[in-house]
């Protein structure tokens, strides 16, 4: 029994050649910086902080939010991460 195809999907056939035939496009990646690296790190943290501020339950996560705060600037002053 053949399996029901939705209009526009094509054969089977021709969806796992496409597969196959696949091939990634290379591009070239520069070293990272370990400046850019920690700007980055500095960056996520700076996006989960904001995050967990928007939080509903935010008021609860006081004493969390502060620990954050603490690790990202510690990590900005050149400490451990």
């Not at 509903?56 to 510690?74: A, H």
């Amino acid at each position: 029994m053949k399996k029901a195809l939705i209009r526009g999907q094509g054969s089977l056939i021709n969806q796992s050649k496409l597969i196959v035939d696949y091939k990634p496009i290379e591009s070239y990646c520069p070293e990272l910086i370990p400046e850019n690296n920690t700007r980055i790190v500095i960056y996520v943290w700076d996006c989960r902080i904001q995050k967990a501020i928007k939080h509903k339950l935010s008021c609860f996560l006081d004493s969390t939010i502060e620990s954050m705060i603490n690790t990202r600037n510690r990590i900005k002053s050149g400490g451990t991460k």
